[in-house]
């Protein structure tokens, strides 16, 4: 069965810090691959995606991730966090046709 | 993009009883979704639901449970049937579009 696998469930930072966040999926075929941020009392935004092409994948508030096919990965990274990144973070995958969250990564910024 | 709509956004309700969440979309989507989230923990797929044909549900999810309609290409709804406390949940109501899922804003339920 397809899943999606965080590493972290909560991690703490302080502001400027460099982040990573660890995403593992289990689908044999081709995936489309997603980064989710939730901030407090929000809705779910989408951070960037992956489809295909260049595995290094940008997407706003200078995250990016990189999608590592031989690992089954993709993670999260950002190199300088700030106190308003404070949010819950989920990793997806779009595994035919259905997108399958992973257990979300709590991000708190310390200022 | 897509704009996602669902009534009520939160809600109280008692044991036993049963609650029916509607979700509007402003442009005519094929496949819409309903997720859960349980408090503290990830998003849980229900079911899809087509136009034209009946829900597929996830593993442990029945249409008993959770009944869904799909009566035109920018509506659903879901209703919650005979809930618990552990129905206590968000659920919300997604739709594809260019290969992205957008959400609305979800639906909080709690059962007394």
């Known amino acids: ?111 | 993009s897509a704009v996602i709509s669902q009534k009520p956004s939160r809600d109280i309700c008692q044991r036993g009883t049963s609650l029916t969440i509607q979700c509007q979309v402003d442009s005519q989507v094929t496949m819409m979704f309903w997720y859960r989230q349980q408090p503290g923990q990830s998003l849980t797929l229900i079911a899809t639901a087509n136009q034209g044909s009946e829900a597929t549900y996830e593993s442990g999810f029945v249409i008993d449970k959770f009944p869904i309609s799909r009566p035109n290409l920018t509506f659903s709804t879901l209703t919650v049937s005979n809930m618990s406390p552990e129905d206590s949940s968000i659920y919300l109501c997604s739709v594809l579009g260019a290969g992205e899922l957008f959400f609305g804003e979800g639906s909080r339920l709690t059962v007394l």
Do not use: M
Not at chain 1, 3 to 9: E, F, I, L, P
């Open chain 1, 1 to 111: 069965a397809q899943s999606v696998s965080q590493h972290n469930h909560h991690v703490i930072l302080s502001e400027a810090a460099s982040l990573e966040l660890g995403c593992n999926y289990s689908y044999g075929g081709t995936v489309n691959l997603f980064w989710y941020v939730q901030y407090p009392g929000q809705h779910l935004q989408l951070l960037l995606k992956y489809f295909s092409g260049d595995p290094l994948v940008k997407g706003i508030k200078g995250f990016e991730a990189e999608f590592i096919k031989s690992k089954f990965s993709f993670n999260l990274r950002k190199p300088s966090v700030q106190w308003s990144d404070t949010a819950e973070y989920f990793c997806a995958v779009n595994a035919g046709g259905k997108l399958i969250f992973g257990q979300g990564t709590e991000l708190s910024v310390k200022p």
